[in-house]
Structures are given as C-alpha cells and as structure tokens.
C-alpha cells in the first residue's frame, strides 16, 4: 500500500535519520506532505511520526518501543506505518517486524511486517 494521503487523524509513520535530514525515500513524503519536520528525527510532527532506522538495529527496536507506547496512549489516531528500516537502512521485514509485536488496534503495519508478525 503506497501512502499519498491521509484522512483527518491519520499519522504517517516513516524511518527518518537522527538528525531529521528528509532527503528521500518515506521520510521525504513526509516532510513534503504530512508536517515532518526537517531536523527532527523522532517522534510525532503534523501527521506523521518519524523513527530514527539509520543509527543501527537496537535503536530502531528501542525507536518502534517508544512509538507502540505512544500510539497505545493514542487511540484516537490511526497509524499508518511504512517499511521502516527496509529501504536505505538496509534491513528486512524479518528482521524489523518483530519490533511492532503487540500493536493495538489503531496501528496498520504494512503488509510485509504483517505476514511476519503471523508466522
């Protein structure tokens, strides 16, 4: 499922650099299109929410830790993830996940991390 818009409630969640450089990729999209913000990183801005995937795997797991806590203390908004950690970061499905086990109801993985997540 390509992203292209969102609905009112709808949060883009998108793999970003620490440093918040939206140079391509989802974490362009974003910056472009759902309020991410250029220098920051993390966490939620406008409708999207972004997830540093570029300063290794334990911090992409502890990075999708965070946003599950905050999207459960969230359930008015619906989360929209994208593959992250599966483009310029280099990882897989398999390996990135397990990192969202547990989502609530309000989070859609992509389809991919969901077929995983069912095994």
Same mark, same amino acid.
């Given at each position: +499922?390509?992203?292209?818009?969102?609905?009112? =409630?709808?949060?883009?969640?998108? =793999? #970003?650099?620490?440093? $918040? @450089?939206? /140079?391509?990729?989802?974490?362009?999209? /974003?910056?472009?299109?759902? $309020? &991410?913000?250029?220098?920051?990183?993390?966490?939620?801005? *406008?409708? #999207?929410?972004?997830?540093?995937? +570029? #300063?290794?795997? &334990?911090?992409?797991?502890?990075?999708?830790? *965070?946003?599950?806590?905050?999207? /459960?203390?969230?359930?008015? @908004?619906?989360? @929209?993830? !994208?593959?992250?950690?599966?483009?310029?970061? =280099?990882? !897989?499905?398999?390996?990135?996940?397990?990192?969202?086990?547990?989502?609530?109801?309000?989070?859609?993985?992509?389809?991919?991390?969901?077929?995983?997540?069912?095994?």
């Amino acid at each position: +499922m390509r992203i292209t818009r969102l609905e009112p =409630g709808e949060v883009f969640v998108f =793999g #970003s650099n620490a440093t $918040g @450089l939206h /140079a391509a990729g989802a974490a362009a999209l /974003a910056h472009e299109r759902f $309020g &991410a913000v250029w220098g920051q990183g993390h966490g939620l801005h *406008g409708q #999207s929410y972004a997830i540093d995937s +570029m #300063s290794g795997l &334990a911090v992409l797991q502890h990075e999708v830790t *965070g946003f599950v806590r905050f999207a /459960a203390e969230h359930p008015e @908004l619906r989360f @929209l993830v !994208t593959e992250i950690g599966c483009g310029i970061a =280099g990882y !897989t499905p398999i390996e990135v996940a397990p990192f969202f086990a547990g989502v609530g109801a309000n989070v859609v993985l992509p389809e991919r991390f969901a077929a995983e997540l069912d095994r």
